[in-house]
């Protein structure tokens, strides 16, 4: 049997299945997805059985057997194997990244290089110049890691080598993964009673404590772990040894499953009785469901209106027709009362996929999925590869959130990879949202025709993702309790200055804010900057302070007393002087959330208030730690970056204020609009949710953008009305497609004449695939090139960045003619040293 295998090497050209010979004793458990180890070029390396074959491609003589195989199982499915080549073709990755993608990371193992006395060398002479330590050393422990080996014996780097060549030594690779499953030390029952009862009256008074241990074991059918048994009798781990050495019961390391929410109780949550939408919604599902077709809806209901319920009885009937189902949530760690609510619900049915989880945790949860042992599994983008057998239900919960797509390769979206996914397996694709993205809206409401009635123009298409092409609107117009949405009051930070207020609070913020610490209710404030300041100037003479390696401005945070980069990490003292002129008279402009924190204490003495950004939540746990203290009352004012703006459910809170609304609106990207409206209509969803009435401010310098007037009126489709027509007129999304090179090297000039070369050749590419055409005028296939230009950040960590957007419609291959351009820069003199990246459809424009 001949097996095909993609290796581990991160290089285009290596990037496909190479011939393998099985050995005959392997041929039993290997399989489509099985990790191995072979051997490539010299080395050995790990890869992916992705096919199999009768007769090879190479010559016989040339076939080289399959090293190890490295699981039991195989980590990957079938369908996931066909689903990463999918992703390759999409995003410009390697098939070898995507399936890298798909697995727990503690399952990423690298070849080690080994070194041990060779075979028969017990006792290598002094002569050949190694040291008798070092001889002796390898004796003790055998091959160890050649790494290790020249870390504790630096100065004999040269002798091991040459004992290599001479074959005194000799030289082993081993691919190891990176941890191994945490075992305990378990007690099993005895698995003959009569017998041990007989024991039980033979054993002597004097071992009283083993009759006691062998009866305790008794009266458990299921085997625990020797400590806890030992803490539950009283009695000592010796005394349920002496019996396992008896033969009277058994003791093994069994693997354990770390998890994570064990010795946690969930509040069992029944179902609902649904409100009139959420039956009409859950209808549809159901029946979509039942019928075994592929179909994408989309759920928008207002924040309140009970999509998690609909979300959990969509399970509920998904996992009674023998299928399973996956939940997708933006960042799990800020989203603890959505998983709490799916345990609750699910209890042990449901695998948590954590980032926050240590490599072990996540390693543990993925096999209760793999082993088939829960039918549930809820976690941030990547849970979208969780290897169900059969998936019947990918459930996506604020489907527009950024952090869907990947940012590092494969820069997938796993809003399109889901919708790949459900079409292998006739599963339904549930998006969920109160502001939906305007991709996912299109896909839902727009067909050509009512397009073209949107802005009056003339039909044209939307090109709403890599697989995502239609979808079923469901809404859920009002909140489940009833409860209206909260009144959302502008203010024009401009006349507050007029009025001579200077500080960050508005009038209107201030009373509210006072108000709610008179009644003991809380506060949710955002501020989407973190830091204490975003921007350090000399008076004197204009010096800004900003980051050596990149084209960033520094970010002051006063409790360290540092100015950092966000971009690369760079940090620096804070300057007592100006570092161009020796001026004393350094001034701090722009406000992050370290400094709403100490304005606040200042403004309102005696305020409690919990930070949460990214300098607060550093560690495991933060986040839950935050929420739940505030949740016990222990804050009035939950302040903080996008963060408080997800999900969160908290009685108390009736008021919401946003402290500069527009931060994100300026910012250098098509999607600015779209992110502050939404990032408003979250965050003003806190307020208010059950008993007491809320209310938002939000403060801003620009009190009639339409995206403010918009999240005002919760006027969701007024706002995608307005947008839709920038987005034509400007051809963006949904009415086409975008793709993103972003070039970059140490030197400008370079890279200005790479960049150049490098648009050539995509154009020529473009023109040689028939689809270089203007988007205007509704040709299809067409694809417009917009650059060379320099990156909105021209340079990040010592590199300077240029890019080249293609904007295209229709049947277009967009990463496989950024390949043909890379490839044609690569042998072109201009392109050495010349970084390139893909981004099909981009989310961030940087
Ligand atoms: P969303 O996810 O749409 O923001 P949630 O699912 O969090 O909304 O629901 C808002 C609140 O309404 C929650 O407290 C939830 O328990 C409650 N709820 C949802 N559906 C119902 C229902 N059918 N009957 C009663 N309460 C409901
Ligand atoms: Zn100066
Ligand atoms: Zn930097």
Redesign the pocket.
Known sequence: MIARVVVDVAARQTDRPFDYLVPEEAEAWIGIGSRVAVPFGGRTVQGFVVGFAREAEVEPGRLKPIGELLDPTPPLRPDLIELARWMADTYGCTWTAAMQAMIPAALKGKAERMVGLAAGRDKAEPADGLSEELVAYLARYGPVKLDSLLERFPGEARAISGALRSGVLAESARVRDRLSVKKVLTVFPPEDREAALEAVGALPPRLEKQRRALMHMLERSAPAPLRRLAEETGLSEAVFRSLADKGLLRIEAVEEDRDPYAGRRFAATGP????DA?AAALGRIAEVLASGRTAAVLLQ?V???????VYLQAIERCVAIGRQAIVLVPEISLTPQMVERFKGRFGSDVAVMHSRLSAGERYDEWRKVRDGRVRVAIGARSAVFAPFERIGLIIIDEEHESSYKQEESPKYHARDVAVRRAGQHGAVVVLGS?TPSLESFAAARLTPAAAAREDGGPAVRISPGAALRSAEWLP?PE???GNPLPPVHIVDMREELAAGNRTMFSRRLREALTQRLARGEQTVLLLNRRGYSTFVMCRSCGYTAGCPHCEISLTYHQRSGVLRCHYCGHAERQPEQCPSCGSPHIRYFGTGTERVEEELTRAFPGIRVIRMDVDTTGTKGAHEKLLSAFGRREADVLLGTQMVAKGL?FPLVTLVGVIAADTSLHLPDFRAAERTFQLITQVA?RAG??DLPGEVVVQTYAPDHYAIRAAQRHDYIGFVREELRVRRMLFYPPYCRLALATLSHPERPKLAVAAETFAAALRSAAAEAGVLAPLAGNAEPALELVGPAASPIPRLKDRYRWQVMIKYRGIVNAAGLIRQAADALAADRSGADVQISVDVDPQMIL
């Open positions: 609902f009785r649904l409100t959420q209901g924040t309140g209106s009970g999509k998690t319920e109160a859920l909140r489940a309790l459910d969803g949710r059950h």
